[in-house]
């Protein structure tokens, strides 16, 4: 597992034993796992245990916002 970023009670992760699609794990109060890229070209929320809306709209905006550098983190991860 890698904290790749923190930011606002966030923590996104990427597993390193972890499979396609591109995607991280976001931990707060809850966890959700978050795809890097869908078939609109933006961040996907695939699904979520314990996080309350906003905390889930915080996830998929920080994600947004850092995907380049997630994805290429990813990379760096998975080849």
Do not use: Q, Y
Request: aromatic letters at 6%; a negative charge; glycine letters at 8%.
């Amino acid at each position: 597992m890698a904290t790749i970023l923190r930011a606002g009670g966030l923590r996104v992760i990427i597993f390193v034993d972890d499979h396609e699609p591109a995607h991280v794990h976001v931990f707060g109060d809850g966890h959700a796992k978050i795809n890097l890229v869908s078939s609109t070209g933006e961040p996907e929320l695939v699904w979520s245990a314990g996080m309350s809306r906003v905390e889930r709209l915080r996830a998929l905006s920080l994600v947004s916002e850092h995907r380049d550098l997630l994805l290429a983190r990813w990379e760096e991860i998975h080849g």
